[in-house]
């Protein structure tokens, strides 16, 4: 399998921005973007080894897993950490623009456009996403066979700490229905049931397509690039920085994600703590009392 990943990257210091690639202290976008191509590599690459300790000999594992990836990262206006990265600089090529740098995305619209029926999956990342699971496609595949083209499968986000009051939480819960519907139509094929190792599971039309992130196969890549939206810049989903990520596939897809219940059926890190840490704070945490009753501890 052939894999091609776009991963949108910039950082420049900002005393006004909101967002991490505005920080002062660049250390935690160099070591997250570092962990994301390393993880890339380690998980889907054909470098990968079992020690045969009889021989002292090591041979090749996973062969049935490994494919042929290809990392293009795409900076603007030279505001970028490339070369501090913490892996070798072959485990990416460059591509620098011009672009906005909340339309980044957009650049990797372009890039994966220019390499249509190069590749069996066409993927978009933004800088500080971690894939840890070495199923994960294998996972999207099934469910493009079960349930079609036309409807796509996106992880859910998560960050993790074990210093806040919940040691794991998904940051991508449903936003109000009005903020999707001019896009989307959720009451259509809402829930697609299936088992899988023998477990039954739900994937749901989801309110927050958002998970900073998509993995198209080759057949969807080329259906939404044949769209009359594809590449209009479009940033009418919450700001440029989202709709760059999720609007277009918003738009062409019925998209889902797996119910709360079974979130981490496919689910991709978002470097930090940054949402979590909003539990407690700003965000109530959910009890469940022994009567099953949910109340709201703040």
């Not at 996106?154 to 960050?159: F, L, S, T, V």
């Not at 940054?274 to 949910?294: D, E, H, K, W």
Request: aromatic residues 10%; hydrophobic residues 40%; glycine residues 4%.
């Amino acid at each position: 399998m052939r894999i091609l990943f776009t991963i949108a990257h910039f950082f420049k210091p900002d005393n006004n921005g909101k967002h991490a690639s505005q920080r002062k202290n660049p250390q935690p976008r160099i070591q997250a973007l570092s962990q994301s191509l390393a993880a890339l590599h380690q998980l889907f690459g054909k470098s990968q080894s079992i020690i045969n300790i009889a021989q002292k000999v090591a041979f090749p594992a996973n062969e049935h897993q490994q494919s042929e990836i290809d990392i293009v990262i795409c900076t603007t206006q030279d505001c970028h950490l490339l070369n501090q990265l913490l892996v070798p600089s072959h485990f990416y090529k460059h591509h620098p623009a011009q672009a906005e740098p909340m339309l980044l995305g957009f650049e990797c619209q372009s890039v994966m456009r220019d390499c249509l029926g190069q590749y069996d999956y066409y993927c978009f990342l933004e800088d500080d996403l971690i894939i840890h699971d070495p199923w994960f496609f294998l996972k999207l595949k099934w469910f493009s066979q079960q349930a079609g083209d036309q409807s796509l499968l996106q992880p859910n986000r998560y960050e993790v700490s074990v210093q806040a009051l919940t040691c794991k939480a998904y940051i991508d819960g449903d936003l109000a229905p009005r903020v999707t519907a001019p896009f989307q139509n959720v009451r259509d094929q809402p829930d697609l049931k299936g088992k899988i190792i023998g477990m039954p599971i739900i994937f749901r039309r989801t309110l927050n397509p958002h998970s900073g992130c998509y993995f198209l196969n080759a057949n969807q890549m080329a259906h939404w690039a044949n769209q009359p939206h594809f590449l209009d810049r479009d940033t009418s989903f919450v700001s440029p920085l989202e709709s760059a990520a999720t609007l277009g596939i918003m738009k062409t897809f019925r998209v889902y994600k797996t119910v709360p219940e079974q979130a981490n059926f496919l689910e991709i890190q978002h470097f930090g703590t940054a949402f979590l840490s909003l539990i407690g704070n700003q965000v109530g945490l959910a009890a469940i009392s022994s009567r099953n009753t949910v109340s709201t501890n703040l």
